[in-house]
């Protein structure tokens, strides 16, 4: 059977990981991961491509060696170089490499000195006096460790939703390959769009259940059966993914897909005004006595209870049931809705392609508009401009803008705050861009009072639009750095700047909870992919994702507008 996207990917990753505890060319550890991505992104099986006899060399980021080792991985489900790293190294280290502050050189130093092999040996010599007497390894990074050790911990129980999905799909693919089933859908938190997935619940109607059952416990990316029954199934993927599949009768689809979307505080209030009806609601239906009532689908659910339909995104009994109850509920914003892409990257500094090539791609999703941002000179590794190369970039946006009809490129910049506040940027130059992105590079370390502080006085510059990734959080890796969330956006409400929603995956910043808050308080904000190549312009569907979940319309978002209301808004 053939290897998955998900699965090559991850081999990719592994392979990174390995290579870099080993303390091997950064080069080639990099070529690692961008594989990956391409590889999760592509839309295509990679196993089918080589079938085909594709030329994998004209994949972004994928050489020669790749291509070969693409072929070996396909044909044979195995990759040797692999293999050969996880004899050398011992199997606990790579996942300390998640914990922000070791990086491989001092997990090569505690293996050395401490011998620590694993979560629980990293744990004790962070707890001991050991560690300190270690060169570079202050109180300061310890306290750092013993944070990033829960924080691993709680990541690693949950997958990210892009994560998730990319095993989701191919594993609905193929269930889907059996025939007989009339409905098939992924409930849980994953339909609920959460930013992270504890396991995926998978929900089925069909005639021939046994037959379904035995098809997906032989699925080739189990890794262990941990039951079999006649109605509920639980499998353990190679991923660690958990996966529980529930069959139910075609009556009682809706009933079941409502119950295990969740959320079960969502269920919960559901019930109980089931109850106040006489109405008794489980994952089979909604029966009257011993008569059911409604089941088949979930509108029907909802009626029978008064309620009109609920947004699976919105279902955690945050206030949707009474806006249901008084005909309230937000018009949740679509992907369709969008208009154009306000954070986007190109060969200027690190990003992948060209100014012309992201704006080609832009129109193939149907964009009119997409502003160019590329990093200012603070941020030297990514090669930020400083003021004659964003000349130089205003000059080339405007002759492919002649060139280009059907969408329009605005001139931008994601210009660094620095410490104090001001921006890495004259206001010569910023006066001349059509937009402004804002945001935090460095110092994540600031007390409160001054990072708030910090970041009212960016605000505070007239040219100042969009403060990107507000909180600096990494899902699971990195919590964001501290700062009064309320006072900074009520200054943007106040001064007219908005707030973005940045699409990366691994990102989603702002959260939906914030992104609610900011909605509530009657701030706009953006969705942006922060997008460093042409296919990253498709994170866009996360960012509406979390925009959903914090009860977003399609007023709430300025990528929403035409051209010329967007103008209007961005002028200060
Ligand atoms: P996760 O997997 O941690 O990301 O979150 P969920 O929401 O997918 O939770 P999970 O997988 O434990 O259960 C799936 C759904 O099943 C959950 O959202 C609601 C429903 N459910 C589970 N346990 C209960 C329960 O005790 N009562 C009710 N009413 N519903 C439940
Ligand atoms: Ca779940
Ligand atoms: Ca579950």
């Not at 990679?46 to 991985?73: A, M, Q, R």
């Not at 050991?130 to 691993?152: H, N, R, S």
């Not at 964001?480 to 969330?485: K, L, N, Q, R």
Request: proline fraction near 2%.
């Amino acid at each position: 059977m053939a290897v998955t996207n998900a699965e090559i990917a991850a081999i990719f990753k592994k392979t990174a990981d390995l290579l870099e505890i080993k303390g091997e060319n950064p080069f080639k550890i990099r070529a690692y991961r961008n594989a990956a991505r391409t590889i999760e992104n592509i839309g295509k099986s990679i196993s089918d491509l080589v079938k085909e006899g594709y030329d994998l060399t004209k994949l972004p980021g994928i050489g020669h060696d790749l291509s070969e080792y693409l072929k070996e991985i396909t044909t044979t489900g195995k990759f040797s170089k692999l293999e050969e790293l996880e004899k050398e190294i011992p199997p606990h280290l790579v996942e300390m490499l998640a914990i922000e502050g070791l990086g491989p050189k001092r997990i090569k130093t505690l293996y050395e000195k401490l011998h620590v092999e694993s979560m629980e040996d990293l744990k004790r010599a962070a707890n001991s006096k050991e560690i300190e007497k270690l060169p570079g390894f202050g109180p300061t990074l310890v306290k750092k460790i013993l944070k990033g050790i829960k924080l691993a911990k709680k990541a690693g129980e949950r997958f990210r939703y892009d994560v998730a999905e990319n095993y989701a799909k191919d594993l609905v693919e193929y269930l889907k390959k059996i025939e007989g089933i009339i409905f098939i859908e992924v409930a849980g938190s994953y339909r609920r769009k959460k930013e992270t997935v504890g396991d995926l619940d998978i929900v089925i109607a069909a005639k021939n259940w046994d037959e379904v059952t035995d098809h997906f416990v032989k699925y080739e990316g189990v890794k262990e059966v941990v039951s079999k029954g006649t109605t509920r199934s639980t499998v353990i993927l190679k991923s660690n993914l958990q996966v529980d599949l529930r069959s139910v009768c075609e009556d009682s689809f809706g009933a079941a897909l409502h119950y295990f979307t969740g959320s079960k505080a969502h269920n919960i209030a559901i019930r109980k005004i089931g109850v106040k009806l006489g109405l008794k609601i489980n994952e089979y239906g909604v029966f009257k006595g011993s008569q059911r009532v409604a089941g088949k689908s979930e509108e029907e659910l909802y009626k029978s209870v008064g309620l009109c339909y609920i947004e699976p995104e919105l279902r955690e009994n945050r206030g949707e049931i009474e806006a249901a109850q008084e005909g309230k509920l937000p018009n949740l914003v679509t992907l369709d809705d969008i208009r154009g892409d306000l954070h986007i990257h190109t060969k200027y500094t690190d990003g992948k392609n060209s100014i012309e090539d992201m704006a080609k791609a832009a129109m193939d999703r149907g964009y009119e508009y997409i502003a160019i941002t590329d990093h200012s000179k603070r941020v030297t590794v990514a090669k930020g401009l400083d003021e004659k190369r964003v000349l130089e970039q205003i000059e080339e946006i405007e002759k492919i803008n002649d060139k280009l009809q059907n969408i329009t490129i605005l001139k931008g910049i994601e210009v660094d705050i620095l410490e104090d506040g001001t921006l890495d940027l004259s206001d010569e130059i910023l006066k001349r861009l059509d937009i402004v992105v804002g945001a935090i590079h460095f110092k994540f370390n600031l007390s409160k009072e001054k990072q708030t502080k910090r970041i009212l006085k960016a605000m505070d510059n007239p040219y100042f639009n969009i403060l990107a990734h507000p909180t600096g959080r990494l899902i699971g890796e990195r919590e964001g750095y501290m700062f009064d969330i309320e006072k900074v956006f009520s200054y943007a409400k106040q001064n007219g700047c908005f707030l973005e929603i940045n699409a990366q995956p691994e990102r989603l910043d702002l959260s939906d909870i914030y992104v609610k808050m900011a909605k509530d308080m009657g701030i706009k904000m953006a969705v942006s992919t922060d997008a460093h190549n042409i296919f990253s312009l498709d994170y866009m569907k996360y960012g509406i994702y979390q925009a959903r979940r914090g009860w977003c319309e399609k007023e709430d978002i300025i990528n929403t507008n035409s051209l010329n209301s967007l103008k209007k808004l961005l002028k200060r």
